[in-house]
């Protein structure tokens, strides 16, 4: 099968999977066997390299590397290399708003026009209503834009971006459930800095990095040097695992720009556990503020009420159960990279993994750790148990690509000529798009007057054309073109996928995604 032979390629390209792995007191006989789990997942996935920390009582008693930072490096991984945390990044956001809390400088269920008196929705009585509770545990209702592949507006400052969705319709009506939101955690940054007088990205390095000793953490990929002992994203393209640019995220930087290594984000896990709030006997946060952010906020649908564990989301912390233990966790994910953090604190236990690919073996590690270290019997095979729904999975979304790709109309040609395609297009929350002429007769697409927002369109049947961005990594995107009563085109309609179902299959197919029309 096809899935067989890109498989091989990957193992191929991952070479050798030695560990880079530092301990602080030994490696702990519950993890014995961890380094053949890792070698052999990460051989299946096909990931060029890993790194995992674990916490246990108030020490770190693994921190290790695996693999490679970059595909045709010969750079290894350690427990230093520094990674995208992406949505990890939440907890931090929320934990300075736990800071200000203690300073008295706002509350937790503070209006956000208290501190941001531009603060607009399209809504009137929303706009006026909505906390900063609301922001932190996702219930203001509105939900994402453009996906995990696209960036919206990169390069606008957060007021010129709200400017914009202040016209975005909900998702869901206000405070009735649970809708993902990273441009209200870039709302909760301004808070951040509104009340404290100081950047977003200074506060979190000043007063959590700084008093935790995160020496390797930072706010941005800008901050990342060259020679830094930092890993590269990769993806999975046309089967072919690659190094893909790396993906800056500062005009959200609040929801998912944090780099970190995994001996650093266990200090973080440390703050979390033992006595909430302090590190190393200092006390950063008060227990009552750290506390706070793990209480549920919302509580999700479960498939027995009578039976099933409780799940939720507290202040950017997923809350739920494993083996009959209360967890707090969270993912993040963005370009290329994956992470996944998990909290025991009836057993002062943490576990972080990172990746330098978007993949699903990270939850297969975590558990792998977790039965571990809570003296489970391991009944389950972790990697074999995600890795078959994978390739399950994946044969699924190809089959449905392959039906898009089968009701092409090849024979079908545009309505009209290139150049009539051309001009600009206008939309009150996606703001400008242009459509113009290439060199060689072909149309390109630009979003947002931005260089790095560039696609070529290919025309794909009648008047609608698939866009193959410049950046590879943000895969392609179907647009068409609406023909009024005179024969000239009057809508640019553009498909911005929220979540596809699979991202080494493609950006198509998807569940979930939101048809934007621009007008001319």
């Not at 260089?451 to 009648?462: G, K, P, Q, V």
């Not at 009057?490 to 007008?519: C, E, K, W």
């Amino acid at each position: 099968m096809q899935y067989k032979l890109i498989c091989i390629t990957l193992v191929l390209s991952v070479i050798l999977i030695l560990p880079q792995a530092g301990f602080c007191r030994g490696e702990p006989k519950e993890l014995t066997g961890l380094k053949e789990f890792m070698e052999r997942g990460m051989a299946d996935w096909g990931i060029p390299g890993m790194a995992v920390a674990v916490v246990k009582d108030g020490e770190i008693i693994y921190a290790g590397g695996f693999g490679l930072r970059k595909l045709g490096s010969d750079e290894r991984v350690d427990q230093h290399t520094v990674f995208g945390v992406a949505s990890l990044t939440k907890a931090m956001t929320s934990a300075a708003i736990g800071i200000l809390v203690d300073e008295g400088k706002l509350d937790w269920d503070d209006r956000v026009r208290d501190h941001l008196p531009w603060f607009e929705l399209s809504d009137p009585w929303v706009s006026e209503n909505v906390t900063i509770r609301d922001l932190l545990s996702h219930k203001v209702g509105i939900g994402r834009l453009t996906g995990n592949r696209l960036r919206f507006m990169p390069g606008r400052d957060p007021q010129t971006i709200m400017s914009f969705v202040r016209h975005m319709p909900f998702e869901q009506t206000f405070r009735s459930g649970y809708v993902y939101s990273n441009i209200m955690y870039m709302v909760a940054g301004q808070v951040v800095e509104a009340a404290s007088g100081m950047r977003w990205d200074d506060f979190i390095a000043g007063r959590i990095f700084a008093p935790l000793g995160m020496e390797s953490a930072n706010t941005s990929v800008a901050q990342i040097g060259e020679y830094d002992n930092a890993a590269w994203p990769h993806q999975e393209i046309d089967g072919v695992v690659q190094p893909i640019p790396r993906r800056n995220f500062d005009n959200v930087g609040p929801s998912a720009s944090v780099n970190s290594s995994v001996t650093d984000m266990a200090r973080w896990m440390l703050l979390q556990l033992g006595e909430p709030g302090e590190y190393e006997g200092e006390r950063i946060v008060s227990r009552e503020s750290i506390l706070e952010t793990h209480q549920p906020q919302q509580v999700f649908r479960v498939s027995d009420p009578l039976t099933s564990p409780l799940t939720g989301y507290g202040l950017g912390w997923g809350l739920g159960y494993y083996e009959g233990y209360r967890v707090s966790q969270h993912s993040g994910a963005t370009d290329g990279m994956t992470s996944s953090m998990v909290l025991v604190p009836e057993k002062d236990l943490g576990v972080i993994v990172a990746s330098n690919l978007f993949c699903n073996f990270r939850p297969a590690v975590v558990n792998y750790i977790l039965d571990a270290m809570l003296g489970k019997d391991r009944e389950t095979d972790w990697h074999t148990h995600y890795y078959e729904q994978y390739l399950e999975d994946k044969a699924e979304a190809i089959a449905r690509r392959g039906e898009i790709e089968s009701r092409r109309q090849e024979d079908a040609g545009p309505s009209l000529p290139p150049e009539a395609y051309t001009g600009h297009y206008h939309h009150k929350v996606y703001d400008k798009a242009e459509v113009r002429l290439r060199d060689d007769g072909t149309l390109e697409m630009q979003l947002w007057g931005d260089d790095e927002m560039i696609a070529r369109l290919e025309h794909w049947h009648y008047d609608t054309f698939r866009a193959h961005w410049q950046n590879s990594s943000m895969r392609e995107k179907f647009v068409s073109f609406d023909i009024d009563q005179y024969g000239e085109v009057h809508r640019l309609n553009v498909r911005f996928t929220l979540r596809q179902v699979l991202i080494s299959v493609g950006i198509y197919p998807a569940n979930y995604y939101r048809m934007v029309d621009y007008t001319k």
